[in-house]
């Protein structure tokens, strides 16, 4: 299962009312068995969002902050690596399902599931992933046994 970008930076917020409930939905998938992963874009948007200024809706780390949390993440997820294949699969589903504008990331990260055989996605974004056929959508609160 893929860990969407959204669910990790809830892991970098103290004070987020989703915090909590993000961290017990990992503990839950990963008790139940569920393998949890990232791959680079989601750390490419993390950093984005972490280091740019809270009054443009980031969370103004430091480098080296999000360079720590970046090393976290790794150590707590397994990073699958990009491939060629995986352009050529975000083209084909961007063409497939109309995909216009930011969504476009979301479709990347559906090729990336595709590439790497996985079917599930833990997010906040219950309508984002939805419209892809065979994607499991998990929404944290639903995860927690």
Known sequence: ??????????????????????????????????????VSQNLFELWVVATRPVSQNGLWLSAVQATAELTRLKSMFSLLP????IYSV?????????????????????????????TGILTLDRTGFS??????????PDAIA
């Open 82 to 85: 990009d491939t060629p294949t």
């Open 1 to 38: 299962m893929l860990v969407d970008t959204s669910a990790l930076l809830r892991t970098l917020q103290p004070l987020h009312p989703q915090r909590e409930t993000v961290r017990a939905a990992i503990k839950s998938l990963t008790a139940r068995g569920r393998e949890l992963h990232i």
């Open 131 to 140: 419209r892809y056929a065979g994607i499991e959508v998990v929404y944290p």
């Open 90 to 118: 975000w083209e084909s589903l961007v063409i497939q399902y109309g995909v216009c504008g930011k969504p476009a990331h979301d479709a990347r990260l559906v090729a990336a599931m595709r590439v790497h055989g996985l």
